[in-house]
C-alpha cells in the first residue's frame, strides 16, 4: 500500500537541511522510480542502517512514500516478506523543493502579452520569442560568468543551476528530471510546455549538435535534449513519446 502525506514545510526542510539525508533525497531524484534501502546505501557508500534512518526520515516528513512490493516472483510459503521500496513524493513544497520558477514564466507571459499587442503578432509566437530570447540570454549570463572565472560555460551546469535536474541518458539523450513551470504545465500544457521548449532552444542555440524536443511523460519535464541525429523530423512524434 502506498504511504504518503502532505509535506509540512517547516519540516520538510528541515529534514533537508542534513547533509546525508539530502544525498538521500538527491539520490532518489536522480534515479527516479522505487528504491530499496540497499540501493540507497550502495549508491551513496552508506551503511544499510543510515540509509534507513534517512529514508524512513524524509518518509515522515511527506518527501518520501513507501510501498510494500516483493522483487521476485515467488509466492507462498519461503517467498519472504515484501521489501519497503520508497520513490520521491509528488508533493511540492511551498519553497521549491524542487525547484519551480513560477516568477520567471510570469515575467515571460507578460512580457509576451506586450510584444503582441506593440508588434500586433499573435500571443503564441509572441511568447515563442519571449522565451527563446530569455534562453539565450541565461545563456550569454552563465558563459560571461565562466569566462571571468576563466572557465567554459557548461550546459548541465546551467540547466542544473535553473531547477531542470539534467541527467544523461545511455542513448545520448538529456532527461530533465524536474520541470521548473510544473504546476503551470499541468492546467496550461500547450501554453507553458510550448514556453519551456522555447526557453530551452534559446538555451541551446549556441549547440548546434543539440536540440529540445517536446517528448512528455511522467515524473520529468515535457522537453527531452536530444543529440540533432536523435531528432524527430518534422511532422513526426518523437520516439519516446
Known amino acids: 500500500m502506498d504511504s504518503s502525506r502532505h509535506p509540512d514545510p517547516v519540516g520538510a526542510i528541515g529534514a533537508l537541511g542534513d547533509p546525508t539525508r539530502r544525498a538521500v533525497y538527491d539520490f532518489l531524484r536522480r534515479r527516479g522510480g522505487e528504491c530499496s534501502k540497499a540501493d540507497v546505501a550502495d549508491g551513496l557508500g552508506l551503511a544499510p542502517s543510515t540509509a534507513?534512518?534517512?529514508?524512513?526520515?524524509?518518509?515522515?516528513?511527506?518527501?518520501?512514500?513507501?510501498?510494500?512490493?516483493?522483487l521476485n516472483e515467488r509466492r507462498g510459503p519461503g517467498a519472504g516478506r515484501p521489501a519497503k521500496l520508497y520513490r520521491v513524493a509528488d508533493a511540492e513544497i511551498l519553497a521549491s523543493v524542487p525547484e519551480r520558477r513560477?516568477?520567471?514564466?510570469?515575467?515571460?507571459?507578460?512580457?509576451?502579452?506586450?510584444k503582441a499587442g506593440s508588434s500586433g503578432s499573435g500571443i503564441g509566437q509572441a511568447l515563442g520569442q519571449v522565451g527563446a530570447q530569455a534562453g539565450r540570454n541565461a545563456?550569454?549570463?552563465?558563459?560571461?560568468?565562466?569566462?571571468?572565472?576563466?572557465?567554459?560555460?557548461d550546459v548541465d551546469a546551467v540547466l542544473s543551476r535553473h531547477g531542470y535536474e539534467p541527467v544523461a541518458?545511455?542513448?545520448?539523450?538529456?532527461?530533465?528530471?524536474?520541470?521548473?513551470f510544473h504546476r503551470l504545465a499541468q492546467v496550461h500544457?500547450?501554453?507553458?510546455?510550448?514556453?519551456?521548449?522555447?526557453?530551452?532552444?534559446?538555451?541551446?542555440?549556441?549547440?548546434?549538435?543539440?536540440?529540445?524536443?517536446?517528448?512528455?511523460?511522467?515524473?520529468?519535464?515535457?522537453?527531452?535534449?536530444?543529440?540533432q541525429d536523435m531528432t524527430p523530423t518534422p511532422g513526426t512524434p518523437s520516439s519516446r513519446a
Open 189 to 227: 500544457p500547450d501554453t507553458i510546455c510550448g514556453l519551456n521548449q522555447a526557453y530551452l532552444s534559446g538555451l541551446l542555440e549556441h549547440d548546434p549538435e543539440k536540440a529540445a524536443v517536446l517528448d512528455p511523460g511522467p515524473g520529468r519535464c515535457c522537453v527531452r535534449i536530444l543529440p
Open 139 to 153: 545563456w550569454e549570463h552563465a558563459a560571461a560568468v565562466a569566462a571571468g572565472a576563466a572557465q567554459a560555460a
Open 52 to 70: 534507513a534512518f534517512h529514508l524512513e526520515r524524509l518518509a515522515e516528513e511527506g518527501l518520501l512514500v513507501h510501498v510494500f512490493r516483493r
Open 102 to 114: 513560477y516568477e520567471l514564466a510570469g515575467e515571460l507571459m507578460a512580457a509576451a502579452i506586450d
Open 169 to 180: 541518458c545511455a542513448d545520448g539523450s538529456t532527461e530533465l528530471r524536474n520541470c521548473p
